[in-house]
């Protein structure tokens, strides 16, 4: 059974700082990783894809990497902002069914 | 465009009754989920249909059932709610890739509380 860790649970950083969040997964036969934003209350939007056979994917201050030997992602993100406060989930998909971490609670202080 | 449609947003039932969450999709995608979020979780996934006409079990399967209508339409079935079945519903869809390249699409939740 996959099993999905994202560590730390929580996080809060000052303003302007470069942060990483780790996603760690039990089992490597991935088809990919998909990390999501959540905000209080809303649902799930898509931030960046990462296939199993790549490294890692950008997005704008996002940078989303790929271990599938080690069985681990990380998302950095650069120069944080205020609007960056939110939870980040990360989803492993393979052979047509997703497992999610329980996310990262992000706060991004003024 | 729409993409992922659920309704209702919000419903609160009481203990033992039955209900049905609805999903739609305009994005003629193939795979289509439904899944659970307790607070402080991360979504747990209740069923899945690869493709019309075919449904699995995911990880919480217990005291629900889904059909899946036609390619668009993937149905969530509460025959007889209970109070741990309060959370929010999510479904989702994805295009077919062999290539893992297609990421799955969000519709907004369903919000049940069960009293």
């Known amino acids: 059974k996959q099993e999905v860790t994202q560590i730390p649970a929580a996080l809060s950083v000052p303003e302007g700082e470069n942060l990483v969040l780790n996603c760690s997964f039990t089992?490597?036969?991935?088809?990919?990783l998909q990390w999501f934003r959540q905000d209080p209350g809303k649902g799930l939007t898509s931030l960046l894809l990462?296939?199993?056979?790549?490294r890692e994917q950008t997005s704008g201050r996002l940078n989303a990497s790929l271990d599938k030997s080690s069985g681990r992602s990380t998302l950095y993100i650069a120069a944080s902002q205020p609007g960056d406060s939110a939870t980040y989930l990360c989803?492993?998909?393979?052979?047509?069914?997703?497992?999610f971490g329980d996310g990262t609670t992000l706060t991004v202080k003024p | 465009n729409a993409g992922v449609t659920q309704t209702p947003k919000f419903q609160v039932l009481k203990t033992g009754q039955s209900m049905t969450l609805q999903c739609a999709q305009d994005?003629?995608?193939?795979?289509m989920y439904w899944y659970r979020q307790d607070p402080g979780m991360g979504l747990r996934l209740i069923y899945y249909?690869?493709?019309?006409?075919?449904?699995d079990k995911g990880e919480v399967p217990n005291g629900y059932n889904v059909s899946r209508l036609n390619k668009r339409e993937f149905s969530l079935r509460l025959e007889s709610a209970a109070p741990s079945q309060t959370s929010v519903y999510f479904c989702?869809?994805?295009?077919?890739?062999?290539?893992?390249?297609?990421?799955?699409?969000f519709g907004d939740g369903t919000r049940l509380s069960i009293l």
């Open positions: 989702a869809s994805r295009a077919p890739s062999g290539t893992g390249n297609q990421p799955q699409h």
């Open positions: 089992d490597s036969a991935i088809y990919n």
């Open positions: 990462i296939q199993s056979s790549q």
């Open positions: 989803a492993v998909l393979e052979a047509g069914k997703s497992t």
């Open positions: 994005m003629n995608h193939n795979s």
């Open positions: 249909s690869a493709s019309e006409g075919t449904t």
